[in-house]
């Protein structure tokens, strides 16, 4: 365990734990405000993300710009993302579940120096690795579940919604409740838009 953020992003960045480490270009640790209360997890990095080491920069991250920026957050400022396995499984294929065992370490870390206290789920993958194994991301999509304080929900994977729009209402409706949720708990997300990474406001 790293107590320190750049060095876990410095170690995880030359991680060699399993095999996608041989084809990836990038390792993809995550972006966005280390100090946020809000934290989004995604399955892996597609392409995009491989070629420019960040989370969410293809279509569906485009759609998921919009999505969170239509209730007031921003991955530049008041969120971090970042995703199960952080090395682009080849034809972004669904990471294995030995892949995810062996990555998942870093997410630990990485939730455990931000302690959020909310944690979206970005499709299946995340909220059956998350939430619970056995989740159903269409009838369990924006529930609510508490662990150990901290609360976690699941949304509709952008590439979903952009595979299928007659999911849009639903999708929006699920972000609509996680601004709602923020105002709620958070302290921090809404005040300022640009609050410090250095740890002084929380
Ligand atoms: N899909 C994901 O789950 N994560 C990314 O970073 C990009 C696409």
Not at 1 to 19: F, V
Not at 47 to 69: H, R, S, T, Y
Not at 75 to 99: G, L
Request: with cysteine; glycine share 6%; aromatic share 8%.
């Amino acid at each position: 365990m790293y107590s320190n953020w750049e060095e876990l992003t410095a170690a995880c960045k030359d991680c060699q734990r399993c095999e996608l480490c041989k084809t990836r270009h990038n390792v993809v640790s995550g972006v966005g405000n280390p100090d946020s209360e809000v934290m989004f997890i995604g399955e892996g990095p597609g392409e995009n993300e491989d070629l420019q080491g960040e989370p969410f920069v293809g279509k569906a991250g485009i759609l998921l710009d919009k999505m969170l920026c239509a209730i007031d957050l921003d991955r530049s400022s008041n969120i971090y993302i970042t995703n199960i396995v952080k090395c682009r499984p080849p034809r972004n294929r669904d990471p294995k579940p030995e892949e995810q065992e062996l990555c998942i370490g870093w997410l630990r870390n990485q939730t455990a120096l931000i302690r959020p206290k909310i944690i979206v789920c970005l499709g299946r993958i995340a909220a059956c690795r998350i939430i619970k194994p056995d989740f159903k991301i269409t009838r369990e999509h924006g529930m609510w579940f508490e662990k150990n304080g901290v609360y976690m929900t699941a949304m509709f994977h952008p590439a979903a919604v952009l595979r299928d729009p007659r999911r849009k209402p639903e999708a929006f409706a699920d972000f609509l409740a996680l601004r709602a949720k923020i105002n709620e708990i958070c302290e921090y997300t809404y005040k300022s838009t640009a609050f410090s990474s250095t740890g002084e406001m929380k």
